[in-house]
């Protein structure tokens, strides 16, 4: 360099060592964590082990100009809501990065991002593989459930109430934003572009609904994709009632009544939990949301059949997409 200064050049084990082993959370079922070829846990008797793996690309999951403390939280965010969503909690995660380059700084504030989230829900990180290549951060999230009380997307029976959590639409307005299709004042924009970057995985929600819901399923490509899955592994059909459904203020404040339905319904990455429970159970879930500090809205019922209709209050139908995000 110029003035002398020698560049820092940091390899993997360096990578490893200052960012990512520990300090951090430490679970009481790993035995073997982050050093050695495998890491090695226990699972808890009577419990089960519930694996998931999501992998995030830049510049088709979050954009190239993402700050690095919200790629990593996002990174692990996502596979915690798909834990979430089977009604498991969140145990430990191998982190797979993919880097062009070894920024000191960049690193820092990425594995800032992963371990606030991490720490929040006592996740431990027991292992992963570092590699050089365009930015791609692939997280495995295991979590542990009580045997037999995995919520799956099969379960909906007719006659169940659907229900989402929180609201509908802003992280779709955040993308909106990002691609420059709206403006936004730099307090609402915080507003979504937070949400975009740093979804609340609902775990406690999917844990309260082990022993209510029938089906579940996180809303990773849009309300109406998502439900359809539920719809089809349970073999039945459903209606939703469109004046129903929990659009977002901010989104309401934005666009249009059609475009905030267009995006509650397709835009995907809410990572609110949708799921179905029979109708006795209302009591139960206003008791969750109560405690928990998050809307729990029915949105409509399951039905014989394998079609979702979508109503307006008087009857008319919604004939707008509901075609959700897909990469291919
Ligand atoms: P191996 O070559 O045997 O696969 P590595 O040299 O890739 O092992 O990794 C050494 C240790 O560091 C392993 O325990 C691995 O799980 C862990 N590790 C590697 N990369 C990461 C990472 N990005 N985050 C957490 N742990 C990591
Ligand atoms: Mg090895």
Same mark, same amino acid.
């Given at each position: 360099m110029a003035n002398g200064a020698k560049p820092i050049v940091l390899n993997e084990f360096d990578i490893i060592q200052r960012y @990512? #082993? /520990? /300090?951090q959370k430490i679970r009481p079922e790993v035995n073997l964590s982050i050093g050695d070829d495998c890491a090695i846990v226990s699972i808890p008797t009577h419990h089960q082990l519930v694996i998931t793996t999501d992998t995030l690309v830049s510049g088709v999951h @979050? /954009?190239? +100009? #993402?700050t690095a403390y919200s790629i990593g939280y996002r990174a692990l965010a996502v596979n915690i809501s798909d834990i979430a969503a089977m009604g498991a909690t969140p145990a430990w995660a191998t982190l797979a990065l993919t880097l062009p380059q070894a920024d000191e700084i960049w690193l820092q504030e990425f594995a800032h991002g992963f371990f606030d989230l991490a720490n929040q829900f006592n996740i431990q990180l027991i292992g992963g593989d570092t590699t050089h290549g365009s930015l791609t951060i692939t997280v495995q999230m295991h979590g542990l459930v009580p045997t037999g009380k995995a919520l799956l997307r099969s379960g909906a029976k007719v006659g169940d109430l659907i229900y989402v959590t929180n609201s509908l639409g802003d992280s779709g307005l955040a993308l909106a934003f990002l691609q420059k299709q709206l403006m936004l004042t730099n307090q609402d924009q915080e507003c979504a572009l937070k949400r975009f970057y740093q979804p609340e995985p609902r775990v406690i929600i999917g844990e309260h609904l082990? +022993?209510? #819901?029938?089906a579940a399923i996180d809303v990773s490509d849009g309300l109406a994709a998502d439900l359809k899955h539920i719809l089809k592994a349970s073999n039945v059909g459903a209606t939703v009632y469109i004046d129903q459904l929990p659009i977002s203020n901010l989104v309401r404040q934005h666009v249009s009544p059609e475009k905030a339905l267009n995006l509650a319904l397709t #835009?995907?990455? +809410?990572f609110e939990l949708c799921f179905t429970a029979p109708r006795d159970a209302i009591e139960k879930l206003k008791h969750i949301a109560n405690i928990t500090h998050c809307a729990i809205t029915p949105i409509g019922e399951i039905q014989k059949g394998n079609e979702l209709q979508l109503l307006y209050q008087d009857g008319k139908t919604y004939h707008g997409s509901t075609q959700g995000y897909r990469h291919f």
């Open positions: @990512f #082993a /520990p /300090p @979050f /954009p190239n +100009d #993402a082990r +022993d209510i #819901a029938t #835009a995907g990455e +809410d």
